[in-house]
């Protein structure tokens, strides 16, 4: 593996989001002095957090799947997880809900979830599951344990297996699907994320995660200046050499980590990014309704933690919002309730909600979303929730926050999407562009937008490899 060229004594570290903090973490560990540098006020990035009368809301991520890999760069400075962050296991991780009015609760234990898909969808669809999940199972496997050195076998298990290998079912097809639509993969091809693993939450809601690993390094001497916009990077040679920030300030650095968006990332470089960086396709956007309501009825009964409800269509739902750029005629929704598992995520009395919805990106669609644009199709998803089943959920709020792709893109999300660049069946997972830059020694990438990919567990093992691109691996 390639490592950083030259000292590596004291790092910069760009942005404070989770592969940020997991490197700096795994940099403090093995000795480096460690700076990061965060434009907003607080760490998490994308893993944020907005309170709202009482209510408290996740504005990224809802839940955790690996503890062990959160674990990780808290034991690299010597710290236990659970001293840290209080992890509530969900039971089930997600209930789906069809449009034929059946239901589908999946679970992390094998025989619980063969059970449940053979009693719905028979023993033919239960044996393709357990297909599934061994397939599954030994890509994640590859995943972890070198992101980039597996990238061959990562990329010819990926693009052979479609969902009707292991799923005849439309049922299971979709459910196991669900995740191409938030990132613009092709919607025949299985998708394992969250569907085979436990599923947790932690009390407090996400951001207690990156309070907890913030906490941690600065604990072991990391140094974080909030309120901190970098401008740029300097370079001398094939090295960066400082970082300039908006207040005109210059950090020297033996090494630089970014930590923003890759193309974000490239644009505080000089030369801006390559050739294979701008030919990302940016996944699609998704509006957020963040919801309170009064709950003298104690809630939706019938619905869980995290809830999927599919619409009739499915490929044209792809067709509109990945390649035509419309909003989707029948929506598929997440409806999040963390005060189901929480009840310090709302006041006394009171139910949060948070409604998701995938929209066309801003570049596949330019909507000025700002306005009555956002409002009018917060109206609709509501109207859609209640012919659902959440009957008189309208009449029941107490108060609605809406968050639309404009709102990304002013958090500084390429084409307002939250979900990072990228995401053709060829640029995904270990295809992505690596973490190393082409042709500067000293700067390496972490983050959703290189390798191993979305989501909290590819964003955790990603600020590992880039500190061992830093520090070595076996250091």
Known sequence: MRTVLGPTNHVVVVGAGLGGLACALHLAGAGREVTVLERSGHPGGQVGVLELDGHRFDTGPTMITSPELLAEP?????????????????????????????????????????????????????????????????????????????????????????????????????????????????????SY???????????????????????????????????????????????????????????????????????????????????????????????????????????????????????????????????????????TVLVTNPSRTDPGAAPAGRQTYQVTVPVPNLKTAPVRWDGPVGRRYAGELLATLEARGYLDLGADLALSYVVTPDDWARQGMTFGTPFASAHTLRQSGPLRPGNLHPTLTNVVFTGSGTRPGVGVPMVLISGRAAARRVIGARS
Request: overall charge positive; glycine content about 8%; hydrophobic content about 40%.
């Open 74 to 190: 808290l034991h690299a400075v010597g710290e236990h997880l659970y001293d840290w962050i209080e992890l509530i296991r969900l039971d089930p991780a997600y209930r789906a809900h069809f449009p034929d009015g059946t239901r589908l609760d999946v679970h992390a234990d094998p025989d619980r979830m063969v059970a449940a898909i053979a009693r719905l969808c028979g023993g033919k669809e239960a044996a393709g599951y357990l297909r599934f999940l061994r397939w599954a199972r030994r890509l994640q496997s590859f995943e972890r344990r070198d992101p980039a050195g597996h990238w061959r076998t990562l990329a010819s298990e990926g693009a052979r297996r479609r969902l009707t290998d292991f799923f005849a079912d439309p049922r299971t097809q979709r459910l196991f699907a669900f995740r191409n639509l938030l990132t613009g993969r092709d919607p025949r091809v299985a």
């Open 193 to 331: 994320l969250d569907t085979v693993t436990e599923v947790w939450y932690p009390r407090g809601g996400m951001n207690a995660v990156p309070r907890a690993l913030a906490a941690a390094a600065e604990k072991h001497g990391v140094s974080f200046r909030f309120h901190t916009e970098v401008t740029r990077v300097e370079t001398r040679g094939d090295r960066a050499v400082a970082v300039h920030t908006a207040d005109g300030e210059r950090l020297t650095a033996d090494a630089v980590v970014l930590n923003p968006d890759l193309p974000a990332a490239y644009g505080l470089l000089p030369g801006g990014a390559p050739a294979r960086v701008r030919r990302l396709r940016p996944a699609p956007s998704c509006v957020v309704l963040h919801l309170g309501t009064r709950d003298d009825r104690g809630g939706y009964q019938r619905i869980a933690h995290h809830n999927l409800h599919f619409g009739r269509s499915w490929q044209r739902t792809f067709d509109e919002v990945v390649n035509r750029g419309e909003l989707m005629s029948d929506p």
